[in-house]
């Protein structure tokens, strides 16, 4: 698919669906959740909206890219394809299920969230800064709870101070702490840092895990450990979080209204930051996981 057939595709009325389109119930795609799959295939069409509208070849290039994913050549740009996102979700699953072992106790596992930083958009460094030193944190606390394995992701979100940005009650304070503060008359964007980690802590209860998680992350609601979800099996549980924490979901005031007759996103400029934010880093430079070989086992 070249340019002018992509852009004729892209039309609201006369435009149509990409051929990889047809694929959404594929057998090899099923087993993650249909809403999941719909609602990464509405964020591949308002970021190929949103690439094509740009007046930057370079936009188009990766834009004709994610259009001709196919399964036999997979284009690996999981922060936009429909198709390469849920493939990342799946091989998350697995790499979860595979990473703890089904005999272990579940209220010795906990599904944490640590909200870390809001840092300016464009400090490229103190973005990799924050990275690396959490990475140095979790790697000493967890030294010091014998038998614990983990597995995670940082995970970007991007802060536009628009108005139409919607934040949860309780993330609003936990940034107020970390000095965020919305100001209406010049959108400014940032980063907020978070990370999602499934860790199996057999020696230590919970209780003790956020005790010393909240004594370096104090702020309200900064740190949230919880059991995985009760009515699901342990392999359950450990997929959703698994595909939950590729999600890469742009700020949803951007995307086109639900409903929308054009289907044009809303700010495309909103999703060219975010896309720009993701592919400064690959899949693996976002992974927190204990899988180092270890020479003395
Ligand atoms: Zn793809």
């Not at 697995?94 to 089904?102: D, G, L, V, Y």
Request: hydrophobic share 35%.
């Amino acid at each position: 698919m070249d340019h002018d057939e992509l852009r004729q595709r892209l039309r609201p009325r006369s435009g149509g669906p990409l051929p990889k389109d047809a694929l959404i119930d594929d057998a090899k795609v099923r087993d993650f959740p249909r809403s999941y799959r719909q609602g990464y295939r509405r964020i591949e069409r308002n970021s190929l909206q949103a690439l094509m509208a740009s007046s930057r070849s370079r936009h188009h290039t990766l834009a004709i890219k994610v259009a001709n994913c196919s399964p036999s050549q997979p284009c690996g740009e999981a922060v936009l394809c429909w198709w390469c996102k849920v493939k990342t979700g799946l091989a998350e699953a697995e790499a979860m299920n595979s990473t703890f072992n089904i005999a272990i106790r579940r209220h010795r596992i906990s599904a944490i969230t640590i909200i870390l930083a809001v840092i300016d958009l464009e400090d490229h460094q103190a973005l990799k800064q924050h990275i690396r030193n959490f990475h140095r944190y979790w790697r000493v606390i967890c030294e010091g709870w014998p038998g614990c394995r983990w597995r995670g992701r940082f995970e970007l979100d991007l802060l536009t101070g628009h108005p139409d940005q919607e934040l949860g009650t309780y993330v609003k304070k936990t940034l107020k702490g970390l000095g965020y503060a919305r100001q209406h008359d010049s959108y400014e964007d940032f980063v907020l840092l978070h990370t999602h980690i499934v860790l199996a802590h057999p020696g230590v209860g919970r209780g003790k895990v956020v005790d010393r998680l909240s004594a370096a992350y104090p702020l309200p609601r900064q740190v949230n450990v919880t059991s995985l979800r009760g009515e699901q099996t342990m392999e359950e549980a450990l997929s959703r979080f698994g595909g939950y924490m590729v999600k890469f979901r742009p700020p949803s005031f951007a995307l086109a209204g639900r409903g929308s007759r054009t289907r044009r996103p809303r700010h495309p400029h909103v999703i060219l930051d975010y896309i720009q934010l993701q592919r400064r880093f690959s899949g693996d430079d976002l992974l927190i996981h204990d899988a180092v070989p270890r020479r003395h086992q």
